[in-house]
């Protein structure tokens, strides 16, 4: 399966941007790019997933880069609420639809 | 729509005994994901029913765990025998396609003394 890597912990002020980053060079063509996010003792939470375009949701927006190694996960306005674990998983066929959850990054927003 | 249901949310068993955790998945869902999450440690994939079959259970241990999912009631992770190393906390997702957006349940945070 392959492989994502993300910053172990971030830190944002409360209402500032975050952009939370993973590179994933090993990702094949038909790989969709996730993101999951964990609040302390509850169980994942979608966010937003994508292919290969930018993609916009009411919580927040998928960057991907031109060669799909790289995607950033952006936080228009960070809140209290934000402060979670959060997941970049790829997923492909042959996976069957289950995921595979790294470490993550671990987001710390300050009020 | 009520979410993913699993219950019980804590269970507290000795070494030996069974530990039995229910999901309950999202109306019209016939997919269901189980995971564990040892403390400090991310999310790994257990097993994967659809309705009656169990699909895909190359991360389940070989002895102990089963899981099943019927067509009709909630879907059951089974561990006999428990042992301290079982302490985790247990969640699913269900999704109402193979590929699809997985919703997960709270967990069931199961502890062996």
């Known amino acids: 399966d392959a492989k994502t890597t993300q910053p172990n912990s971030m830190e944002s002020n409360e209402e500032e941007p975050v952009h939370l980053p993973c590179n994933h060079s090993?990702?094949?063509?038909?790989?969709?790019i996730h993101w999951y996010r964990q609040l302390p003792s509850q169980g994942p939470e979608y966010v937003i997933h994508g292919l290969t375009s930018n993609v916009n949701n009411r919580m927040a927006s998928l960057a991907i880069a031109e060669d799909r190694k790289s995607s950033t996960l952006i936080l228009h306005r960070a809140t209290l609420r934000d402060a979670a674990v959060y997941y970049c998983?790829?997923?492909?066929?042959?996976?069957?639809?289950?995921?595979?959850f790294g470490r993550g990054t671990q987001l710390t927003v300050w009020p | 729509n009520a979410g993913v249901m699993q219950n019980p949310r804590h269970l507290v068993r000795r070494r030996g005994q069974e530990a039995r955790l229910r999901c309950s998945p999202m109306?019209?869902?016939?997919?269901v994901y189980w995971y564990r999450q040892l403390p400090e440690e991310g999310l790994k994939f257990m097993v994967y029913l659809q309705k009656e079959n169990i699909i895909d259970e190359s991360g389940m241990p070989k002895e102990r765990f089963s899981a099943e999912f019927p067509k009709e009631g909630p879907s059951i992770l089974r561990i006999q025998q428990v042992v301290r190393g079982d302490s985790a906390a247990y969640f699913c997702?269900?999704?109402?396609?193979?590929?699809?957006?997985?919703?997960f349940g709270p967990g069931t945070r199961l502890t062996v003394l």
């Open positions: 998983i790829l997923s492909r066929g042959s996976t069957l639809g289950r995921l595979y």
């Open positions: 997702a269900s999704s109402p396609f193979r590929d699809g957006e997985q919703f």
């Open positions: 109306k019209g869902h016939s997919h």
């Open positions: 090993t990702i094949s063509g038909t790989d969709y």
